[in-house]
């Protein structure tokens, strides 16, 4: 076309307004391309020079390497961003540094092969939507390991956040047996559930706090004692769905 009617200007090597809709700030995007698998951004970062990480003085251009990374999905297709990204020399020679490559932990972690967008989003369909670890792989276009490699160092980090614990105020509690299949292989089959079915403003929906291996009394008895006295001395309402062999404990 010789007078393109698009956003983008002829004259313009960028668009802010595609910058815009890739939506990775501080970034611009380059190209688009469709394959069979998924759909692929060519991105760059906006900034011309960098800072040696070891001594600070303003590194030397060195050329680009190419990171392709695993990003959420776009309009329910596999999305891959292939990232340009700047290597530097310090000039420095005291510096112990020699060669490095521009970072953004925003965007993703060294190494890393799932964007930080996309491990954000995979957590999210876990938690409101039901998805699985393999459904959440085939929706990225990529295996369960490389799926389950980024997302569990994430969930582990909340599970271990003390955090988590505060503003209960309303407990639910209810035993489930979570398979019937060899222990060895799948683990405990019993489980005891707890919740937090606290509503208000910092918790528009209820949320599960813990599974505990066990379905007796004891079970939840030892984990309110593991909370702590303050914890206790804020839950008002505690509601339990009990098994029979609880209530016969209790009495």
Known sequence: MS????????????????????GLEGFHLMSVARTPDALVLDIESCDR???????????????????EVIDAPWAGIPTRFRWF?????CREHACQIATFTEQNHSVCAPRARLSVRAIRWAIRQLRFEGATISGLARQ?????????????????????????????????VDEHVWHHQDRRRRGPRELTGIVDLTR??????????????GRSGTVYKNWLAERGEDFRAGVQIATLDPLQGQQERRR
Do not use: Y
């Open 85 to 89: 990204k700047r290597r530097w020399i």
């Open 49 to 67: 020079c960098a800072g040696c990480p070891g001594c600070g003085v303003i590194a030397q251009g060195h050329g680009r390497m190419v990171v």
């Open 3 to 22: 007078h393109p009617t698009c956003c983008c200007s002829a004259s313009l090597d960028r668009c802010d307004r595609c910058d815009l809709l890739v």
């Open 200 to 213: 208000g403003e910092d918790h528009p929906t209820a949320r599960l706090l813990d599974l505990v291996p």
């Open 140 to 172: 990225l276009g990529t295996t369960w390991n490389t799926m389950w490699s980024h997302i569990k160092p994430r969930l582990q980090a909340a599970s271990d956040d003390p955090a988590r614990f505060a503003g209960v105020r309303v407990l639910g």
